[in-house]
């Protein structure tokens, strides 16, 4: 008998592959370790033992690849994260694979890549070659070994692996795989005094030595280290010499002379939120504190069964989740605090912080590979007690989950779209608490409609805070009908003559102003008043849009860009004219309006480096920006005292969407926007300005109509089109680059489909974009009603998949399938 190897590889592989590990390797291999493996011909991947098993048959035995090496003394991932990855596998209709190249941050996923050397004792220079042959072969002479990139650069070509096979043939070239190691450990250079300079008398004379003119600034530096010395103080080498206005030779002189030492040492790249001093205690009112009463009852009742907590804007949901915090931490456990990236805020980390201070981990897309690594391994060792992270936080290897709490759970940012596993992390944090018996809390103002409806028929339960924490009166809220407004010319620019009366006011006050707008760019596109000839993407069916900021039209789908026309493409004109509002064209505006008013904007654009986000939230939370203009990304999870307008410049553009869900995502947005608007003493004012006064959304809003009456009315319409959440939605959509082929090969798939699902197959049709990146695409649509068993459904599907591709021509065709679509 032989231990062999179940290994998971970060790859779209329908079933794991087994490696055979020497006798040596055999004492080191543990479940969950990570081991370097060849896959296919010569590539090197990095893969994790699922589990070891006992194998006897030699004709096995003789075909299994050896581990190549065994990176990890303990396991990296539990049993419990290999089950989730299953689960999320079958539900997602995905491999295991796809499962861990998204779980894994990719620091830990070295891989070998191609290297192209030089045959050695080669006399390049007599040999008869092409242009490129030569340019490459001159190029390795100077540098030994080159990477794929490094060629493609030099031939100037995308795929250069062609004309370098061509050339190892021809017994020029070398090629073979290294492995590269992505994750490096940050050091940084400390200064010390020497050993023996620690002593008094050693000291007075290192000083003696140094007391003249030609060594004054080493005597300074010196003394600045001996300073920090004596306070038990570290001297980083970049920061003193910074502040001492010292360059690197004079510390150079003192490391020669021998009075200090440089130390290389080891350090947390995750410096981004440092120590916050403790905050005091904040009492719960009865509100709240009958709210957790009720939770704690829930959870006792059933460790396992969800709490919507449903509380208007402002009402202290974070102090609830903090007292379960508490509660949690008492019991020794873990705490996973999931936040849509949007609201994962300097604001809510300093709040959870303050409170629990360097025991809280933080995860979210704008930490590094290096960031995302180092946290993984913190939560590995139980480093944290507590993690506040996005969506792909619930893939941390978590070893005593004790509570899970899914803050904004509405929030469609929780859907992962693309690439595969196509996943809900609220659903999926759901499961996870399930499965390992630990309580969860899904907190909104406006929760989604599937999470109401599962808590309005008892598969939740459901706690309602209907008031605000701090005593204040509701913002008032004012729609602006620009129909009216238009007609009584009342308009400037994109602003009603009210909202610039109401802007003005505000800032008289000394308070803030936000302004929304769910567009980014100045407008979201040029249209040509002579033709009506509107520029599009070449890559993309898809208007690009203006930014005036860098002067030119973009892509916000592949990132194509071009310059920002003054003559139409089509009819040669020079009447381009920019149409519809976006983030950039309010700034302009508004500053023009209030040219002393210190005006930011907040959207992708401004915000692409880590810290930009974080440092416009500091500057507006101290006042230092009078009003902010913004998308969603000022919707939520911020809260400032003296902001008392808000601003929606034009609500038509989210409820106009052509989507099912239009109507309660507008609803959950505008919601959310206005809750920013007088959340402490002084009152708030929200105005609307639409073209659409009567709509059924802007209505319940603006009159306060319970969430609950918004639900009931806007569930009928879903009742009469079988919509979720009545329903479930499997999405397939199929990707290729000819569109006449793709339509040929959806109407097979169709007849494939269609004799299973009947009238529930909706489709195939072209997407509201039916072309991205060059890459058309088709849809079909299956509803699952509730007398449908989705397990069943999901295994047919794949199975019809595998019979179409067995019977097509070309393989060519992409498919890819989407469980509850957002």
Same mark, same amino acid.
């Given at each position: 008998?032989?231990? +062999?190897?179940?290994?998971?590889? $970060?790859?779209?592989?329908?079933?794991? !592959?087994?490696?055979?590990?020497?006798?040596?390797? +055999?004492?080191?291999?543990?479940?969950?370790?990570?081991?370097?493996?060849?896959?296919?011909?010569?590539? &090197?991947?990095?893969?994790? #033992?699922?589990?070891? *098993?006992?194998?006897?048959?030699?004709?096995?035995?003789?075909?299994?690849?050896?581990? =190549?090496?065994?990176?990890?003394?303990?396991?990296?991932?539990?049993?419990? %994260?290999?089950?989730? !990855?299953?689960?999320?596998?079958?539900?997602?209709?995905? /491999?295991? @694979?796809?499962?861990?190249?998204?779980?894994?941050?990719?620091?830990?996923? $070295?891989?070998?890549?191609?290297? +192209?050397?030089?045959?050695?004792?080669?006399?390049?220079?007599?040999?008869?070659?092409?242009?490129?042959?030569?340019?490459?072969?001159?190029?390795?002479?100077?540098?030994?070994?080159?990477?794929?990139?490094?060629?493609?650069? &030099?031939?100037?070509?995308?795929? $250069?692996?062609?004309?370098?096979?061509?050339?190892?043939?021809? @017994?020029?070239?070398?090629?073979? %795989?290294?492995? =590269?190691?992505?994750?490096?450990?940050?050091?940084?250079?400390?200064?010390?005094?020497?050993?023996?300079? /620690?002593?008094?008398?050693?000291?007075?004379?290192?000083?003696?030595?140094?007391?003249?003119?030609?060594?004054?600034?080493?005597?300074?530096?010196?003394?600045?280290?001996?300073?920090?010395?004596?306070?038990?103080?570290?001297? $980083?080498?970049?920061?003193?010499?910074?502040?001492?206005?010292?360059?690197?030779? #004079?510390?150079?002189?003192?490391?020669?002379? @021998?009075?200090?030492?440089?130390?290389?040492?080891?350090?947390?790249?995750?410096?981004?939120? @440092?120590?916050?001093?403790?905050?005091?205690?904040?009492?719960?009112?009865?509100?709240?504190?009958?709210?957790?009463?009720?939770?704690?009852?829930?959870?006792?009742?059933?460790?396992?069964?969800? +709490? *919507?907590?449903?509380?208007?804007?402002?009402?202290?949901?974070?102090?609830?989740?903090?007292? *379960?915090?508490?509660?949690? *931490?008492?019991?020794?456990?873990?705490?996973?605090?999931?936040?849509?990236?949007?609201?994962? /805020?300097? %604001?809510? &980390?300093?709040?959870?912080?303050?409170?629990?201070?360097?025991? #809280?981990?933080?995860?979210?897309?704008?930490?590094?590979?290096? =960031?995302?690594?180092?946290?993984?391994?913190?939560?590995?060792?139980?480093?944290?007690?507590?993690?506040?992270?996005?969506?792909?936080?619930?893939?941390?290897?978590?070893?005593?989950?004790?509570?899970?709490v899914v803050d904004e759970e509405h929030d469609h940012s929780f859907k992962q779209n693309e690439p595969a596993p196509r996943y809900q992390a609220r659903d999926l944090a759901i499961f996870y608490a399930q499965m390992i018996g630990c309580p969860i809390v899904l907190g909104s103002a406006t929760p989604s409609f599937e999470s109401y409806f599962n808590a309005l028929h008892g598969k939740y339960t459901m706690v309602e805070l209907h008031k605000k924490a701090i005593a204040t009166h509701p913002p008032s809220l004012e729609l602006i009908d620009m129909r009216q407004e238009r007609k009584n010319k009342q308009i400037q620019g994109i602003f009603s003559q009210r909202m610039l009366k109401e802007i003005e006011d505000t800032l008289n006050r000394n308070e803030q102003v936000i302004l929304f707008q769910n567009r980014r760019g100045y407008a979201p596109y040029l249209i040509c008043q002579n033709c009506g000839h509107v520029p599009e993407c070449i890559n993309c069916d898809i208007s690009l849009t203006f930014h005036k900021a860098k002067d030119h039209l973009r892509c916000h789908y592949c990132g194509h860009t071009d310059y920002a026309l003054q003559q139409c493409g089509q009819c040669g004109h020079h009447s381009m004219r920019r149409a519809g509002i976006g983030t950039e064209r309010i700034e302009e505006q508004v500053q023009e309006h209030f040219p002393q008013a210190v005006v930011e904007r907040m959207d992708v654009d401004t915000t692409r480096s880590k810290m930009a986000f974080q440092h416009l939230i500091s500057r507006f939370e101290a006042r230092q920006i009078d009003i902010l203009v913004g998308t969603q990304m000022v919707s939520k999870g911020l809260d400032f005292e003296h902001v008392t307008m808000v601003g929606v410049v034009n609500a038509d553009n989210v409820l106009t969407f052509p989507d099912f869900r239009a109507y309660e995502r507008a609803y959950q947005l505008l919601t959310q926007v206005s809750g920013r608007a007088g959340r402490r003493l002084k009152k708030g004012h929200v105005f609307i300005q639409t073209h659409m006064p009567d709509n059924i959304v802007l209505k319940s809003i603006v009159n306060r109509a319970p969430y609950r009456q918004f639900f009931d009315q806007e569930l009928l319409s879903r009742q009469e089109l079988g919509y979720p959440p009545l329903s479930r939605i499997i999405r397939i959509e199929l990707v290729h680059h000819d569109p006449a082929f793709l339509e040929k090969q959806s109407l097979k798939l169709d007849g494939l489909l269609r004799p299973y699902f009947g009238t529930n197959l909706l489709g195939p049709d072209y997407p509201l974009i039916a072309r991205v990146r060059n890459q058309y695409r088709m849809q079909f649509m299956i509803k699952l009603g509730k007398n449908l068993s989705v397990k069943k459904v999901r295994s047919l599907i794949q199975e019809l998949i595998v019979i179409y591709y067995q019977q097509a021509e070309k393989k060519s065709l992409r498919i890819i399938l989407d469980a509850d679509p957002t």
């Open positions: 008998m032989a231990t +062999v190897a179940e290994i998971i590889l $970060p790859l779209a592989l329908k079933s794991n !592959f087994t490696y055979l590990p020497t006798k040596e390797q +055999v004492p080191q291999l543990l479940t969950g370790v990570r081991v370097l493996v060849n896959f296919g011909k010569n590539k &090197i991947y990095t893969g994790v #033992v699922r589990r070891l *098993l006992e194998e006897n048959r030699p004709d096995i035995l003789n075909k299994l690849k050896p581990i =190549e090496d065994i990176l990890d003394e303990r396991p990296i991932l539990h049993e419990t %994260q290999f089950k989730l !990855f299953e689960w999320i596998a079958s539900y997602y209709m995905c /491999t295991q @694979g796809e499962v861990l190249k998204a779980a894994l941050p990719a620091g830990l996923k $070295p891989e070998s890549a191609l290297r +192209v050397a030089m045959v050695e004792g080669l006399n390049w220079e007599a040999l008869e070659t092409t242009g490129k042959e030569y340019m490459l072969l001159d190029a390795l002479s100077i540098q030994p070994v080159l990477n794929f990139k490094e060629v493609a650069a &030099i031939w100037d070509i995308l795929n $250069p692996t062609p004309r370098l096979r061509i050339m190892e043939a021809k @017994g020029w070239i070398r090629l073979y %795989q290294e492995v =590269e190691e992505r994750y490096k450990p940050k050091y940084k250079t400390f200064l010390r005094l020497a050993d023996e300079y /620690t002593a008094e008398d050693k000291l007075r004379e290192a000083l003696d030595l140094l007391d003249k003119p030609k060594t004054q600034r080493q005597e300074s530096l010196l003394m600045r280290i001996i300073s920090d010395f004596h306070r038990g103080k570290p001297s $980083p080498k970049s920061e003193t010499l910074k502040e001492t206005g010292m360059s690197s030779s #004079v510390a150079k002189a003192l490391l020669t002379k @021998g009075f200090i030492v440089e130390d290389k040492v080891r350090v947390d790249r995750l410096e981004l939120y @440092g120590y916050l001093e403790k905050s005091k205690h904040i009492e719960l009112n009865p509100d709240q504190a009958t709210v957790l009463t009720a939770i704690q009852a829930s959870i006792e009742a059933n460790r396992s069964k969800p +709490v *919507l907590l449903h509380g208007i804007t402002g009402s202290g949901k974070t102090h609830i989740y903090i007292e *379960l915090i508490k509660e949690t *931490l008492a019991q020794k456990k873990q705490i996973l605090y999931l936040l849509p990236e949007i609201t994962l /805020t300097k %604001q809510i &980390i300093d709040r959870i912080k303050t409170e629990f201070g360097d025991r #809280v981990g933080i995860y979210h897309s704008r930490f590094n590979d290096q =960031e995302r690594v180092e946290i993984w391994q913190k939560v590995c060792n139980n480093a944290y007690d507590i993690v506040i992270g996005v969506r792909s936080a619930v893939f941390l290897p978590f070893s005593d989950l004790g509570l899970i």
